[in-house]
């Protein structure tokens, strides 16, 4: 899961990441790996609806859905959302420089 290996998650992460959550709240690099497995722990996490728009061979924007079933602050959540992640290239490596998220009305 991803709590068991917020090293991996770090090194898909540009230094200078941002992430938005549907309540306003913005991690950067470390708040966000800091939460993973402590405030945040992910069960499952699926995606569809998956696009990839790349530009100049270095910047990609990928949008889509995923359903996550997770605990926030011990508490279970399921959520469906909308996701637009920023990915670009940096020493020859794609790491995610952003990531948004929007909740779904079920």
Known sequence: TVHEDRAGVEKLLCDAHTATWPSGLVHDKKGLVAALGTLYVVESLEQRDVKV???NDDTAIVTGVEETDAKLNGKAVSTVRR?????????AQWKIASIHVSPIKK
């Open 53 to 55: 728009a790349l530009y």
């Open 83 to 91: 996701f637009t992640h920023v990915w670009v290239k940096e020493k």
